[in-house]
């Protein structure tokens, strides 16, 4: 893992020391709120419906155990005893005391954590693949990059006021698990044909209101040139990107109507004249962060895996954990284990201080001392022994983390919604809690398979509904919440955007139109086909004929 | 009478958010702010409400409150209640679990 230098070390320190003298002195009346707010904003702090919301980074989604022991103490001595793990691998608490957030950011910096740039017009948390270092399809770890666009971009001077936030995702693998082609800029890992590794760049993607797949304009970008490109790409934006209104603020309007190829050029242009100055990337620099994310030491020659074998033919549930939750680590011997954060009626993402403590704790025992959060809003813990399995799983069960439901019908993606968020209009986390309840049955959920259920309660889309198999967007008629439901939506390589299926339900009904989806596609699917799959041979006709009878000719 | 000619006013009640705490709260009587809703000044009138506007701002600017604005409420036996589902939320706390609302855990 990445340890602060001292640079690190000043920057967060002294973040800490401005925000406690920024508290203080909007306490005796010396700030207004209005100078206030974009003050506390900078520093992660949000007022929300009920209470203030601090959300903090978590870069790239990866954590020590201590850090997470932190997050536990936080959200036992500062908050209601529980956490929200979000879809930008970050945490957020929703019961702070403004009081009391300069004492929680110290203890915060005391782990090597912030809530620095988690809001604001800046460059936010850069995610990577949850599997990153792991995967066995991976050409490198993403975070080695993620933390040098993290380093660069830490108080850019020039980048802190964008005409809207910018979101960067970096993929090391050709299978798409952090959502690339939906990001500001997505940086895809490619070889070219001399096989070098370097980037397919891609810009102007995102949900919200707008949703758009990213263009590349960039086909294979160099490492060594990768800050000096994205500098260039922040630099045209920031020039170009409109400010006279919000919702056509972000870059992928930018890029749409600039066009990608003239998009492209603009960048280009700047680039040529900014390239191989200070923003070059050495190896020296690239193998120095590149050492923070070695490999753990693996057991290089792994005991036999015949007691992991024996006990998940002696225990069903454990066999099913397995199938659903472990996905193979390239190293032979070990596996990628995946706790889901959405047991059937909980909200999706919340962990409690015990849970955090039993993660942190395990992390140690069995996984090198590492967890990642994933933007689907579950824990990774990436290096685990086959052979330690089970006793992993044993201690995960006793403490409500074993669910078997990773990418099955449970596994929903949920933003706070009207429950907590001053933006919603809507409920997403009750609607999850319903479905997941609904649809909690194990031989159900492996019966029905990969199935992507994603809940946003307003169109800023932070529960990624556009990108879900059934994508469910919460919206506010006359004070009364409904829900418009989409199909077909995919965050990965596969890229698609969900199409509106007809008129919006109402809060009682939702769940029963999701289940008559289901049950629609269970009908016509053929053997082993995925619910996406199903979509893409049959199209839209025969759900909407099950929701809303026949169409009229 | 004609509805044409009736003055119809929205009964309403000032909310905002503490400014230390972040909590919700009520405008109540004497100027002060009240987690509970059911202590709420009820505001029938135009004149009423630019009135409390006004004391609300000013707790805005004396560092008490954050954010102060009107809702619209109907008066039922338990006193009033907000007509929006999001007030509704925002006074009696996340529906998703009774351990997380205010009342269950009052400024802990």
Redesign the interface.
Known sequence: MYRYDEFDHTIVQERVDQFRDQVSRRVSGELTEEEFRPLRLMNGLYLQLHAYMLRVAIPYGTLSSKQIRMLAHIARRYDRGYGHFTTRQNIQYNWPKLEDVPDLLADLASVEMHAIQTSGNCIRNVTADAYAGVADDELEDSRIYAEIIRQWSTLHPEFSFLPRKFKIAVSGAPTDRAAVRFHDIGLQMRQNIRGEVGFEVLVGGGQGRTPIIAETIRDFLPKQDLLSYLEAILRVYNMLGRRDNIYKARIKILVKETGRDKFAALVEEEWNRIRGGALDLHKDEINRIRSYFAPPLYELTPEPDTDYQIARRADRDFDRWCASNVVSNKQPGYGIVNISLKPAGMAPGDATADQMDVLADLAETYSFDELRVTHKQNIVLGHVRLVGLHALWQQLDAAGLATANIGLASDIIACPGLDYCNLANARSIPVAQRISERFANPDQLARIGALRINISGCINACGHHHVGDIGILGVDRRGEEFYQITLGGDPTENVAIGEVIGPAFSYDDVVDAVETIIATYETIRTIDETFAQTWRRVGVTPFKEKLYGPARH | MSKKTEQIFDTKVVTA?M??????VYMATGSSWDEKLANALIIKNDDALTRLNKVAQEA????IV??PYAIAVKIGFAGPQP????EQ??AT?????A??S?QA?PN?
């Open positions: 958010n400014l230390l705490g972040g909590n919700v805005v600017t004396s560092g954050v954010g007509l929006s589902k999001r939320i925002r706390g996340p529906t998703i679990r351990d997380y205010e855990v802990v």
